[in-house]
C-alpha cells in the first residue's frame, strides 16, 4: 500500500509497521507510536485532499473571468431582448414567422425567448469546472502511483520546469551505503571506527548508518557520548571521554580543532586509504571520505564510505534530457565523489557542484529562478529542506516510509522511493495541465459560438433561432463534455503502465 510494490515486505523486531496494512503471516505483538489522526494512512488522506482543494494559479484566472462573465450575460440578455423588440423586428420583419415569435408573430414574445435562451445557454460552470475537474483527477491519479501531490498549484509549476536539481546521496545512489576502508596513521581501525560509531550513534544521515552498521557488525563496544551535535551538510560533534571528537568533512574537522595534522602525514592518510578501497573503485560506486578528529590531536583516522547507484538513475537523467529538461547535480559531498556518480549517470560537468552546504544549495536554485529558469529540487534528506523550499517543486523520495524535514517541505512526496517516479510526476502534470487547457478552450469556445446563436444573430438569414429547452441542453451537454474530458486523464495511467509493463 505505501510502495506500491506487488510483493509483501519483510518485518522483523524492530522495523516500523503502518496501520492499514496487511500481516500476511505470523502473530505480531506491535507497540503504537501515534494515534490514528497520525498515522501513515491518515496522513496520506489528508494530503490528497488537500491537494484536491488547493487552486491552480489557472483556477484563480477562470474564477476571476466567471464572475465577470455572469453580470456581462445579463447585460448581454438586456441588450438582446432590448435590440429585438425595439430594432431587430423592425429591420427584419421577416423574424416575426418563425416559431420562435408563436403563431402571432408577437415581437414581444420573441425578444423575450431569445434573451432568456442568452441567459440559459451561456457556461460560466464549464469554465469553473475545467480546472477543478482536471485537477482532481490528476492528484487522485498520482496518489494511486504512488505520488503524493500537494495542490495544483504544484501540477501546474511542475508542468512547466526547465531545470531539475538533483541531490546526490539517498538520490541517484541507494542511500544505504557501506564502509568500503578505514586507515589511521597511529590507532587501530578499530579504534577509531568505535569512536566514530559512538559519535554518530543517534545520527539519521545515511553516512552514519553505515558507520553504526559497521561497528554492530564487528561488535565493538561503543563508549558512551555526550552533547551531541549534528551541523546538517558538514558533520556531528560529541564528547568522549572528556574530549570532543568530530566527524565529518576535512576542513570542518580541521576548523573545530587547532592541533593540525602536517601535510604529509594527511597525504600518506589519504593514499593508504585509497589503497584500502582499490576494490570498490568501479565507477558504480561514490567514494566519500569522512574525516574523524579528536580534541587535542586533530585529525587522527578517515573512513571511505561506498554508496550504490540506483538502477533507475541512468536512465531517468537520460529521460530528462528527451524531455528538453536539463540536470544538475548538487552535493555537498567531495569532488571526486561527487564527478563519480554525475559520470556514471550521465550529468554533463557543467551542471556538477559539489562541496555545497544547505545555504549554498538554497542559493544556486535561487539564482537558477532569478534567471527566468523553473527549477525542480529531489532530495531526501534535512539538509535538502531549504533548497526543496526555495524550489518552485520540491520532490522528496521517502525512504524507508519515514517522514522528515524533506518530506515536509517538498511538493510532492515520491512514496515508491524510485527516482523514476520523477518522471512519472511530470508526464502527469503535463497531462493534467494539456487537460486543464483543453477544458478552458472548449469552454470559451463554446461561449464564443454558442451565446451569439442564442442571441438571434442567424435568424435573419438561416431562419434558426434556439429555444429555451434546447439552451438548456446545451449548457447542461458543456458541462458533461469538461467533466468527461477530465476523466479521461485517467487512460493517461493507463497507458504509461502499459509502456511499463513492455
Known amino acids: 500500500m505505501l510502495t506500491g510494490e506487488s510483493l509483501p515486505v519483510f518485518k522483523e523486531e524492530g522495523l516500523t509497521v503502518s496501520a492499514g496494512t496487511i500481516n500476511w503471516d505470523g502473530p505480531l505483538r506491535i507497540e503504537s507510536s501515534s494515534t490514528g489522526s497520525n498515522t501513515m494512512i491518515s496522513k496520506i488522506v489528508r494530503m490528497v485532499e488537500d491537494a484536491q482543494s488547493r487552486e491552480a494559479p489557472v483556477q484563480r484566472l477562470a474564477d476571476s473571468i466567471a464572475g465577470p462573465f455572469v453580470f456581462s450575460i445579463m447585460t448581454l440578455s438586456a441588450a438582446t431582448f432590448a435590440f429585438w ?40 460552470c464549464a469554465l469553473g469546472l ?10 487522485s491519479l498520482g496518489a494511486r502511483k504512488g505520488l503524493l501531490i500537494r495542490g495544483g498549484d504544484v501540477l501546474e509549476r511542475l508542468s512547466g520546469v526547465n531545470y531539475i536539481a538533483l541531490d546526490k546521496t539517498g538520490t541517484l545512489t541507494r542511500g544505504k551505503p557501506v564502509v568500503s576502508a578505514i586507515c589511521s596513521i597511529e590507532y587501530g581501525e578499530s579504534e577509531v ?36 551535535i549534528v551541523e546538517p551538510g558538514f558533520g556531528t560533534l560529541a564528547e568522549i571521554d572528556g574530549r570532543l571528537v568530530a566527524i565529518g568533512s576535512l576542513e570542518w574537522v580541521r576548523e573545530r580543532f587547532k592541533t593540525r595534522m602536517n601535510p604529509s602525514a594527511l597525504m600518506n592518510l589519504e593514499h593508504a586509504l585509497m589503497n584500502h578501497s582499490s576494490g570498490a573503485s568501479s565507477s558504480k560506486y561514490s567514494k566519500t571520505v569522512v574525516y574523524v578528529g579528536r580534541e587535542g590531536e586533530g585529525i587522527i583516522g578517515a573512513i571511505a564510505i561506498s554508496d550504490n547507484v540506483r538502477e533507475d538513475a541512468e536512465s531517468t537523467v537520460m529521460r530528462l534530457k528527451k524531455k528538453g529538461i536539463k540536470t544538475v547535480l548538487l552535493s555537498g559531498d567531495r569532488e571526486e565523489a561527487v564527478a563519480t556518480i554525475a559520470e556514471r549517470v550521465g550529468i554533463e560537468n557543467d551542471f556538477v557542484k559539489a562541496s555545497l ?44 516510509a519515514q517522514e522528515n524535514a524533506a518530506s515536509d517541505a517538498a511538493s510532492i512526496i515520491l ?10 510526476a511530470l508526464d502527469l502534470a503535463q497531462a493534467t495541465m494539456a487537460k486543464v487547457y483543453q477544458n478552458l478552450s472548449w469552454a470559451v469556445a463554446y461561449n464564443v459560438v454558442a451565446i451569439p446563436i442564442a442571441a438571434g444573430v442567424l435568424l435573419p438569414q438561416f431562419d434558426f433561432a434556439m429555444t429555451p429547452s434546447l439552451s438548456g441542453g446545451l449548457m447542461a451537454m458543456s458541462s458533461i463534455l469538461v467533466v468527461s474530458n477530465s476523466l479521461l486523464l485517467k487512460l493517461h495511467g493507463s497507458q504509461t503502465a502499459g509502456k511499463g509493463s513492455l
Open 193 to 228: 571506527l568505535q569512536i566514530a560509531a559512538a559519535v554518530e550513534k543517534t545520527a539519521s544521515h545515511p553516512i552514519a548508518k553505515a558507520i553504526i552498521n559497521k561497528a554492530e557488525s564487528l561488535e565493538l563496544v561503543l563508549p558512551l557520548t555526550k552533547g551531541q
Open 357 to 400: 552546504s544547505p545555504q549554498q544549495k538554497c542559493a544556486f536554485i535561487s539564482s537558477l529562478k532569478a534567471a527566468g529558469h523553473r527549477v525542480a529540487m529531489v532530495g531526501d534528506g534535512i539538509n535538502d529542506a531549504p533548497s526543496l523550499a526555495a524550489a518552485d517543486v520540491g520532490i522528496a523520495l521517502q525512504n524507508e
Open 85 to 124: 423588440y425595439f430594432f431587430g423586428t423592425h429591420i427584419f420583419p421577416d423574424v416575426l414567422l418563425n416559431d420562435i415569435a408563436g403563431p402571432e408573430g408577437d415581437p414581444l414574445l420573441l425578444s423575450l425567448k431569445l434573451s432568456v435562451d442568452v441567459l440559459v445557454v451561456s457556461c460560466p
Open 130 to 139: 475545467a480546472t477543478p475537474t482536471a485537477i482532481l483527477v490528476g492528484t
Open 415 to 424: 512514496l515508491g522511493n524510485k527516482i523514476s517516479q520523477v518522471i512519472d
